[in-house]
């Protein structure tokens, strides 16, 4: 790998840990750089908005109408009142057309047809559109540039996960990070187990030494294997990798960076510090299209010597299981809601309420539409909230266990800091594309038309 001299932006994302998510007051919560055992005062739960307050009218542009997209778009409109789609943008006209007739049908919104951008420059557009702020929803790939766009231009960003596929794009962003709060720009991601009641009950308890020590991680994400859309004749290299962007990994990160980061994101957010190594294996055998594997195992090794375990696999047909296991010196936690004792017996489990109960203290409210609910919060209050450096460290964290997978080398932390690796073309036009092929990405062989 080679070494950038880039030394104030390297220094400043390499000494940065998980600090800076001051979302509606979760700041003492979300923002700590320290273990479990070294907090001096005891962390509260702080207090979720059902809804945003009401305000001046906000109005928003989504780039990016995939279903991810639409369904943000859908999701900022219930976080409160006065709030408005207003642009549209994206590289498929299908795409823009579906967004709106979901839009139409969901919310009652209509976006008119010159408010609907279509092109690979279609982002630019949209910030140019009378927008507030915008949403980023395209595949991770371009997220970078739309990051930095969009602070150049003046607007609060909500942006979808992962925020890069590459060490390059992940620094680009924690510079744009840093512009936007000179500039008190709200940033927050779609990582959503951060703003969900259940995993920060369980986070705060563990934080205030419940189980002990923090000591280790185990954390899996298996599923089935992904949508593959058929390559229709005339079709060009670029439009099937786009329309398939989740099976390609100069557009997707390969699914350890564009799924699993919130597994790890979770794991980040109790270590509380990032890893300095990865140690990592994988491989590929059931795939028939893209160029990414179908399963994943890291370790993951800190400073003091401390490891956790990270697996994600996508193949049809076999066991599934989502699950984060914190471990601790006096017993072990299940992130979505359980402790236990070191004998596994539960010792606290999260007091959901029963449906139509009288008391909704513990209602979990939907985490999608909660990040929009704090977002267009912080932007009324002129409380500044950013979440983009927690994003970037998980984002960087699984690129690292990523490389040392597909290169069957330990790669570190200073390493991951340190290269030049970037994925995809440097243009972008509707025809043949031939991405870099560097060392760090599998060579799958000839491309199966499914």
Not at 275 to 288: C, D, L, N, S, Y
Not at 408 to 418: H, S, Y
């Amino acid at each position: 790998m080679k070494t950038r001299k880039e030394l104030k932006r390297r220094k400043f994302i390499s000494n940065t840990v998980l600090a800076t998510m001051g979302t509606l007051g979760t700041a003492s919560l979300l923002n700590s750089c320290s273990g479990p055992g070294t907090r001096k005062e005891e962390i509260k739960l702080p207090a979720l908005l059902n809804e945003a307050p009401d305000g001046k009218v906000l109005k928003a542009g989504l780039i990016g109408c995939g279903g991810r997209g639409t369904g943000a778009a859908i999701n900022f409109l219930n976080a409160g009142p006065n709030l408005q789609i207003v642009a549209l943008g994206d590289v498929f006209q299908d795409r823009i057309d579906k967004c709106r007739a979901e839009l139409k049908k969901e919310k009652n919104v209509d976006i008119p047809d010159e408010k609907c951008f279509l092109g690979f420059d279609a982002y630019e557009k949209v910030m140019d559109a009378g927008v507030d702020l915008v949403l980023l929803c395209t595949p991770p790939h371009f997220r970078p540039v739309h990051v930095e766009a969009a602070v150049k231009a003046g607007k609060h960003i909500f942006m979808e996960k992962p925020c890069a596929v590459d060490p390059v794009g992940a620094r680009s962003v924690m510079v744009s990070a840093e512009r936007a709060k000179q500039k008190e720009l709200c940033i927050v991601s779609g990582t959503i187990r951060r703003v969900q009641k259940d995993f920060m009950e369980t986070q705060r308890r563990v934080a205030n030494g419940e189980i002990g020590e923090v000591v280790s991680a185990h954390i899996i994400r298996n599923g089935g294997s992904l949508w593959v859309i058929k390559r229709q004749p005339g079709m060009s290299d670029m439009e099937y990798m786009l329309r398939n962007w989740a099976n390609f990994c100069w557009l997707s990160g390969d699914h350890i960076v564009e799924q699993f980061i919130h597994e790890i994101d979770v794991m980040n957010w109790y270590m509380g510090k990032n890893p300095v190594k990865a140690i990592g294996w994988g491989g590929r055998q059931r795939r028939v299209t893209g160029d990414q594997y179908d399963f994943f195992s890291i370790e993951y090794v800190y400073d003091n010597g401390m490891q956790t375990h990270c697996a994600a696999r996508q193949i049809t047909g076999c066991s599934n299981l989502t699950h984060q296991l914190i471990t601790g010196t006096n017993g072990f936690a299940n992130a979505k809601g359980t402790l236990y004792n070191l004998k596994g017996e539960e010792i606290w489990k999260y007091p959901y309420p029963e449906e139509g109960a009288a008391d909704q203290t513990w209602k979990v409210k939907d985490p999608f539409v909660q990040e929009h609910i704090n977002l267009v919060t912080a932007i009324r209050t002129g409380n500044v909230i950013s979440d983009a450096t927690a994003q970037v460290n998980s984002t960087l964290i699984t690129i690292m266990g990523r490389m040392s997978a597909y290169t069957g080398k330990d790669v570190t932390w200073e390493e991951v800091m340190n290269s030049d690796l970037y994925l995809g073309p440097k243009t972008y036009a509707w025809g043949p594309v031939v991405p870099p092929i560097p060392e760090t990405i599998p060579v799958i062989g000839a491309e199966t038309n499914v």
